[in-house]
């Protein structure tokens, strides 16, 4: 472990073919103040037109709080633009396409988790690529996946991915997070062969900038089920290989587990040489624990000669109470339901006995003081993420409206989120 201080750059990795800085950070100021480095250190690299097309892609996967460790924070969203449009960058737009699941439920992704309520608080675009139009791009074993066309004509990508267990893929990070820029059930092409084409895919749409949200990480049963960890990470890069290769030591997870990372040695992408310098001066910061090994209905489930008895049986099997039980059988990670939560605003009573916390500060991507919260309940100051709610340790914060579909998360999540 460094001991570095709080918000404080760790350490910078250079390659022949890339460069990769790792920050410490937490709490929203630090966060803040952390973008704020990352952008002055890259400023090289973004584009020298203000009115360039800068398109953001963060981790959206599914409807999962990002406190849980599965979705990009939305402190580190909220920094990132403001970084942006401080520096005169006007056309900015926030995409991402969530899984086949919520696609095929038609659940708003960027509703749920607040994303639609910053980029309007910013007045920046936002993309579903789920639903934009795309072109083909070639990979392997039968893959052909539309790509949005937002990304495949932008001046500029900065995606922003999280640092995560994935029970197919190993680990998702920067490379991993590149499915999601393929349009809708189009995902399923990368599974044809995921190792090699998530490796093909960003090698022909490769990010300008990463900028890594390694605030809370998930371990354990990833994407969708896995445990939330205080890793307290920002990471920025300009080579996604060598990104997730020095991600993966710094959560000592042996790259050589990760499919895609090997087809990227295997292709050129980064060299033994630099495997071998990021095992021997990359300390490992929290060692992560990995997703447990797919049971062989899970295996099943996903077979691609099968997909015809997968379309047969889903009117059935996507019901809230048959994914349930196919939860506790362990063959899937998710459970969705389709009634969205009613939550308009956040309530602390005056009198609450805070004494010298101030975590919900802390979580608060509008940076609101803790004197302001749940009074300040509106929209641009307040953009109802909850995040306040969900990390108070004593029950203080309450929520008016219905969770509807935060319920499970709330049984799921609750305790472990308040001990980040
Ligand atoms: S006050 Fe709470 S709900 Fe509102 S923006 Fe801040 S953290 Fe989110
Ligand atoms: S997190 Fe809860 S206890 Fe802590 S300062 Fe905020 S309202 Fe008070």
Redesign the pocket.
């Known amino acids: 472990m460094l001991g570095a201080t709080p918000g404080g750059l760790l350490a910078r990795y250079s390659f022949a073919d890339g460069t990769v800085d790792v920050h410490r950070a937490w709490t929203s100021d630090e966060v803040t103040s952390t973008m704020a480095r990352i952008l002055s250190d890259w400023e090289h690299t973004l584009p020298a037109d203000r009115a360039a097309r800068i398109v953001i892609k963060p981790n959206l996967n599914n409807d999962l709080v990002a406190l849980t460790g599965n979705c990009t924070d939305?402190r580190v969203l909220c920094s990132l633009i403001e970084g942006l449009r401080s520096r005169g960058y006007t056309d900015i737009t926030v995409c991402d396409g969530s899984n086949v699941g919520i696609e095929r439920r038609n659940i708003d992704t960027f509703k749920r988790l607040?994303v639609a309520a910053l980029v309007e608080r910013y007045g920046v675009r936002i993309v579903d690529l789920n639903r934009t139009q795309g072109r083909r791009v070639p990979l392997h074993a039968g893959g052909n996946p539309e790509v949005a066309a937002v990304l495949l004509d932008a001046d500029f990508i900065i995606t922003v991915p999280k640092v995560k267990t994935h029970a197919e893929a190993g680990l998702s990070i920067a490379c991993k997070n590149w499915v999601g820029i393929c349009r809708g059930q189009d995902k399923r092409h990368m599974h044809y062969d995921l190792g090699r084409n998530i490796a093909a895919l960003i090698a022909k749409v490769r990010p300008h900038l990463i900028i890594v949200d390694g605030l809370v990480g998930m371990e354990g049963n990833g994407p969708g089920d896995g445990d939330p960890f205080h890793l307290g990470v920002l990471a920025a890069s300009d080579n996604p290989w060598l990104n997730d290769n020095v991600l993966a030591r710094t959560v000592g997870f042996p790259w050589r587990d990760v499919p895609y990372l090997v087809h990227g040695l295997n292709d050129g992408r980064f060299t033994q040489q630099d495997a071998d310098t990021i095992v021997r001066t990359v300390p490992i910061l929290r060692p992560i624990r990995p997703a447990p090994p797919r049971t062989k209905l899970a295996e099943l489930s996903e077979r691609r000669e099968l997909t015809w008895l997968k379309h047969m049986v889903r009117p059935i099997v996507s019901r809230p109470e048959i994914t349930e039980l196919a939860y506790k059988a362990k063959i899937v990670q998710d459970v969705y339901f389709p009634e969205d939560d009613t939550v308009t605003?956040?309530a602390r009573p005056d009198d609450a006995e805070c004494g010298t916390c101030r975590r919900?500060e802390d979580?608060?991507?509008?940076?609101?003081k803790v004197e302001?919260?749940?009074v300040?309940?509106e929209p641009p100051?307040?953009?109802?993420?909850?995040?306040?709610?969900w990390v108070c340790p004593n029950g203080t914060?309450t929520l008016k409206g219905d969770t509807n579909f935060l319920k499970r998360q709330i049984d799921r999540y609750k305790e472990q989120i308040e001990q980040l």
């Open positions: 939305l607040r605003a956040v919900c979580f608060c991507p509008t940076h609101l302001e919260i749940g300040k309940t100051d307040c953009i109802t993420c909850l995040y306040c709610w914060i």
